[in-house]
């Protein structure tokens, strides 16, 4: 938590130190009434007073009364905007590092755990700082001033009052200690339920398909009454806290009045004015005293759980970086489009076993190179290293002559135009998510169009209702998995990037709508290299070089009617697709 609030700026720590100031000046606005309230009691009781001297002290208080309750409304407004500040900061640095996480840093943590993080976990801080600093502030001041004012009045009130205080602090301790772990558990149950709600909203067409309502419904269920009962628990440890407050304080009122009366009974005429005045202040004393420890409370009632967040923020937030960015963000050679592998090898950082060994190629300007094998042999992970997704484990990739690390980021991703295995559609218009991201070249009107008539989407992007005004759903679940996969083609080729990237990207397409998406495709990215990964044989069939992947080793490189003479492998993937006759016509 203190790691957290070490974020805050000089400006917000000067409007920390105002609220301070005028916290204190509001504290002893407060304290001052029962100093004008036992005046106007002595003159109440005096013989002689007048009128207008108990109006005075009257008129006083309510002054106090007025100056606290515009300095109470200033700290509220200085807190608050301090709290949605420091809540907009830390969200947006929350969002930022999750961007620049790793894909293997990000599956440290949960997709729903990271939303959570970003929503609830924030919100708790936000709560806390909103709230629970300006009774941090108050609290001390208030008890230590009002317990300063009374000392000298009674020792056996003193007393009393101490009893209180101690019965008080003892119940709080009980409280944190019982109850802080189970917030822990609280926000992992969040976290739970976001992922049921996520599975099931996002997976529906399924769950109805297979009449799995009931099953989800029991999940939710399942999730949904243990986050309750936990919460119940909490609510019901931390109700105790309450009555005990306010039992505390009515008994202790009782006791000082109790006391009081036996101390005015025995003293002589001369001093039972004054004794009576002192009881009546230091009641009144002694409930700021009980109140601060019962805005302590409060405050004790939202730390632990907010120190909980504060952690699982942090944890996010102290995840090191493994993918750094390099310092070269120009071209510093003549060539354009070369990827080389050089001797690659890759696993996971959390596997034992290599998952691409030894993989070595050369793809230049111009060229189409594709990867095939059977499911698992790593296709996929090869070409995710090239956008940097994951880093080699050993040898290098070079693009352009140069090592990818030691490029920056932006300007190797500026470079690449990549297309996932699942197509990803934003919520927005058919215009903004083929014109998506940032690239070297203006994307005109123009552009745009041409990318969506290359990639065969023109003919039901211009019978949708508002043509490239249509507004596509996230995650384009009102559009079929074909049109997804070519308005995701469409976008790499708007960036006119050097190299395009295909995972598996013409899957969803069918047979013939696959064949002139590709013709035009070469046709419009003569210039560009092509890296394809793909399930089909009709689709790589006419790369310039195929390489075929198998447990994580390069088996065969070649053309098609290379590999058809001199790699089993590959001939068995082309026999099980297309028969002999189809693949000696191609």
Known sequence: ????????????????????????????????????????????????????????????????????????????????????????????KLFNKVGN?????????STNSLITRTTNDITQIEMLIGMGLQLLIKAPITAIWAITKILNKSWQWSVVTAIAVMILLAVIASLVIVVMPKFKIVQR??????????????????????NAENYQEEKFEDVNTKLTNQQLYN??????????????MYFLTLLIYYIGSYLIMDADMASKI????????????AMQVIMSFLMLAMIFMMIPRAQVSAKRINEVLDTDITILDGKIDHDITSLKGTVEFKNVSFKYPDAEEYLLENISFTAHKGET??????TGSGKSSLINLVPRFYDVTKGEILID?????????????????????????????????????????????????????????????????????????????????????????????????EIYIFDDSFSALDYKTDS?????????????TNLIVAQRIGTIMNADKILVLDNGKCVGIGTHKELLNNCEIYKQIALSQLSKEELEYE
């Open 1 to 92: 938590m203190i790691k957290l609030l070490k974020c805050f700026k000089k400006r917000e720590w000067f409007i920390v130190f105002i609220s301070f100031l005028l916290i204190f000046g509001q504290v002893w606005l407060e304290l001052k009434m029962p100093d004008y309230m036992s005046k106007i009691t002595e003159l109440v009781q005096t013989e002689g007073s007048k009128m207008s001297n108990i109006l005075e002290n009257g008129g006083y208080m309510l002054l106090c009364a007025f100056g606290s309750l515009v300095a109470a409304v200033i700290v509220g407004y200085f807190i608050s905007v301090l709290a949605s500040t420091f809540s907009l900061r830390t969200r947006k």
């Open 101 to 109: 996480l790793a894909m293997h840093e990000v599956k440290q943590f």
């Open 189 to 210: 149950l969040i976290d739970l339920i976001n992922g049921v709600t996520r599975e099931n909203l996002t997976g529906i067409r399924v769950v109805r398909a297979f």
């Open 235 to 248: 609510q019901k440890k931390f109700a105790v806290m309450s009555p005990v407050m306010y039992l505390v």
């Open 274 to 285: 004054s004794l009576f005045g002192d009881m009546i202040v230091f009641s009144s004393y």
């Open 369 to 374: 190179v594709a990867f095939i094998g059977s």
């Open 401 to 497: 002559g140069v090592n990818v690390k030691d490029y920056k980021q932006e300007f190797l991703h500026e470079k690449i135009g990549y297309v996932p295995q699942k197509a990803v559609i934003f919520n927005g218009t058919v215009e903004e998510n083929v014109a998506y991201g940032k690239s070297k070249k203006q994307k005109t009107k123009k552009i745009i169009k041409d990318a969506v008539k290359v990639a065969q989407a023109e003919e039901f992007v211009l019978k949708m209702d508002d043509k490239y005004e249509t507004h596509l759903a996230q995650g384009g679940t009102n559009i079929s998995g074909g049109q997804k996969q070519r308005l995701a083609i469409a976008r790499a080729i708007a960036r006119e990037p």
């Open 516 to 528: 002139i998406l590709r013709k035009e495709l070469k046709k419009y990215t003569k210039n560009a």
